[in-house]
């Protein structure tokens, strides 16, 4: 999820990076120097807000697109062209359509996902939402329209399921991915509903959970028990993803066709169950995962009270414990799918936000954590914004 | 007519508690509204012309259950945020 701040993506970076943070309860900003060393923590954006992702739009530097809601008040999509000093709302936010007379349409609750659209497309945007749906915006995040075919299909209803399946605060679209080499070529995943692709600017989908497993007692062939938690396309190999998964970490090599369980070289009383996916900028080898205890009701904490992310830099072969800084025990908290972000340093710096409201980061990939920030409301998202 | 403000959306109507909007109908008061203030009108209501779940729409002391309720010009409405907890 990072953002290069150079023409060249693959170029590592040298500039300070600012977090752009979303909460159950606002958004924040921590803006960090050139050294990475130095933070300072904004005042909150939109408190009481419920800020499920703050994204940065990497083709001009300056546009933040915030996907809010409140308690009360219906979904909708807060955009700066200045960087946050102010904010203006989308005139249209994403929205179904509107039913037949007589039939019951779909109510957009929350939306959960922004991706910034491919570099050769200035303003373009796709958000996924909650209950699952797909949407696109041409004029920078001002108006939005359902995107493809998708969300009025019958098949892709079936497998969308209703507000009452899949996750608990209800099913989401996520993990919206764009060929940098093509900006027909698109992905993205249904944490109730499998990973999906388009070859031709979404006129068609196809999908794509070969190898992938569901929980026990359930039909892999049947799509709507797939549950991707994570999905990622490495910047310096396309045609390599990576998942973490409601039933483990996967690799595909779009070659092979089918998802490989790299998860199984986990330590077995870790597990491979979590939320993040984290790929280095520049090494399709590389990539980091933060594990959580998916065992009985899914506690959905660090597996036993002692956080710690993984990386592999051999493409998922073997992986290695990251805790040094992390507390040592009873540390029950975990990190969200949107929570845990790289940026495209050549010491690649690492960050994450906790459930339980604290900022963590890493200058050095991952080999020590330091506390940046601590008493925010439970982290949804951390994205790593690089000037 | 009369329409209360509440809190949460105040923003939109800058700071007013109480802002004057005319129409036959719920829908036709809060289409009014949404003229005045643009994006108050999706806060409260669905894409599928329904109340959202924890907003409350009174016309004088009586609950509006959904926008075809007909108004007087006399009529107050109130918009509330009802309890929602967290």
């Known amino acids: ?387 | 007519m009369i329409v209360h403000i509440p809190s949460a959306l105040r923003s939109y109507t800058n700071q007013k508690s109480e802002v004057a909007a005319e129409g036959g109908t719920v829908a036709e008061v809060v289409s009014a509204l949404d003229r005045s203030y643009p994006g108050l009108r999706f806060r409260i209501i669905t894409e599928q012309d329904t109340i959202r779940p924890h907003i409350r729409i009174f016309v004088n002391e009586e609950q509006a259950r959904d926008l075809s309720v007909a108004l007087r010009p006399d009529d107050q409405i109130h918009i509330i945020c009802a309890l929602s907890g967290g």
């Not at chain 1, 970076?13 to 900003?29: C, E, M, N, S």
């Open chain 1, 1 to 387: 999820m990072t953002r290069s701040a150079t023409n060249d993506p693959l170029r590592a970076t040298t500039g300070p990076v600012a977090l752009l943070i979303g909460t159950r309860k606002g958004a924040f900003v921590l803006r960090g120097d050139r050294t990475r060393r130095t933070w300072k923590m904004s005042a909150p954006m939109f408190l009481g807000h419920i800020v499920h992702h703050v994204v940065l739009d990497p083709r001009d530097r300056r546009t933040i697109l915030m996907a809010a809601s409140t308690g009360h008040l219906g979904p909708t999509i807060f955009r700066s062209t200045d960087l946050g000093k102010t904010w203006k709302e989308a005139k249209t936010p994403p929205a179904f359509s509107k039913a037949p007379e007589g039939q019951n349409g779909r109510v957009v609750n929350h939306v959960f996902w922004l991706t910034p659209g491919h570099p050769s497309e200035p303003g373009l945007w796709y958000a996924g939402t909650s209950p699952q749906g797909l949407f696109r915006s041409s004029d920078g995040g001002v108006t939005w329209e359902p995107f493809s075919y998708i969300n009025e299909d019958p098949q892709y209803r079936e497998w969308m399921g209703t507000v009452q399946d899949g996750t608990p605060d209800g099913p989401k679209l996520h993990s919206i991915l764009i060929d940098p080499r093509d900006p027909a070529h698109l992905y993205f995943a249904m944490s109730g509903g499998g990973v999906h692709e388009s070859v031709d600017g979404g006129r068609t989908w196809t999908t794509i959970v070969q190898g992938l497993e569901v929980v026990e007692g359930f039909d892999a062939a049947t799509i709507t028990c797939h549950d991707p938690h994570c999905v990622q396309l490495c910047p310096s190999n396309p045609d390599r993803l990576y998942q973490q998964n409601h039933c483990g970490i996967y690799r595909m090599d779009r070659s092979e066709g089918r998802w490989i369980r790299i998860g199984r070289n986990m330590p077995k009383k870790v597990g491979d169950i979590g939320f993040p996916m984290v790929l280095h900028p520049r090494d399709a080898d590389t990539a980091w995962v933060f594990p959580m205890d998916g065992s009985t009701v899914w506690p959905r904490v660090s597996p036993g009270g002692k956080p710690a992310a993984y990386v592999t830099r051999n493409g998922g072969k073997t992986w290695t414990r990251q805790d040094k800084g992390f507390p040592r025990a009873n540390a029950w908290w975990t990190v969200k799918r949107q929570a845990m972000t790289a940026d495209a340093h050549e010491q690649v710096g690492l960050y994450l936000g906790t459930t339980s409201g604290e900022v963590w980061a890493s200058r050095t990939g991952g080999t020590s954590w330091t506390c940046l920030a601590r008493h925010l409301p439970e982290i949804y998202s951390v994205e790593a914004a690089e000037f």
